[in-house]
């Protein structure tokens, strides 16, 4: 603890902001979009049989009570059914825009911190150097051996603390985008089906 506390609290204190930061941010997007993920099997089933039964009103109840992008999706398309096709799916891929935006909320931070630590570690690392040499030149010949080395691990230890931080954000955003991209994937599932059903009974 006290090689963390030599190491510069200057640039220990913003690595723990950053790390802290990282972690709120990784386990808060992964439970949303977790969350985001769930859908009934059945949904395009039940949506299908409202549509296709002219029950506009209840199948737009039903997308009301799924709490999932495709839901508010789909919910957005039904109540512009009577409309173009055109305007029905702008309409969609509008508020599939803002539901992706929303998903990613954060994304961007984690990728700036994954970027940021890792320099910034390295930066208390060269300050840490600066000042032990330093030292050494104050010092002229008096410099204990023991006295640089331990110098020169804690102005380490920034490196080692900003790397990690950095490779855990790193990892985590990807790990993040990759699950976005299969929600985003099932949200243009949805509209297709969806868009499909409103064109059968023209065919």
């Not at 220990?12 to 990282?22: H, R, T």
């Not at 992964?30 to 949904?43: G, L, Q």
């Not at 799924?66 to 799916?89: F, T, V, Y």
């Not at 890792?118 to 300050?127: A, C, D, N, R, S």
């Amino acid at each position: 603890m006290e090689l963390i506390i030599g190491a510069g609290w200057y640039i220990m204190v913003p690595l723990a902001i950053l790390g802290f930061l990282a972690l709120y941010i990784a386990f808060d997007r992964y439970f949303a979009i977790k969350k985001a993920s769930k859908i009934d099997r059945d949904f395009m089933a039940r949506i299908r049989d409202y549509i296709t039964d002219n029950k506009i009103d209840a199948a737009m109840d039903y997308c009301a009570t799924q709490k999932s992008p495709m839901a508010r999706m789909l919910e957005k398309g039904i109540s512009k059914i009577g409309r173009s096709m055109k305007e029905i799916s702008v309409s969609i891929e509008n508020i599939g825009k803002l539901e992706v935006f929303k998903l990613e909320k954060g994304l961007s931070t984690l990728a700036t911190i994954a970027g940021a630590a890792p320099m910034l570690g390295f930066l208390g690392t060269v300050i840490g150097m600066i000042v032990t040499f330093h030292a050494m030149q104050v010092s002229g010949n008096g410099v204990e051996i023991a006295d640089l080395s331990g110098g020169i691990m804690q102005a380490m230890v920034t490196t080692v603390a900003g790397l990690i931080i950095g490779i855990i954000a790193y990892i985590a955003y990807n790990y993040l985008v990759a699950k976005v991209d299969k929600v985003v994937n099932k949200m243009e599932a949805v509209s297709v089906d969806f868009l499909d059903l409103l064109d059968e009974p023209i065919n």
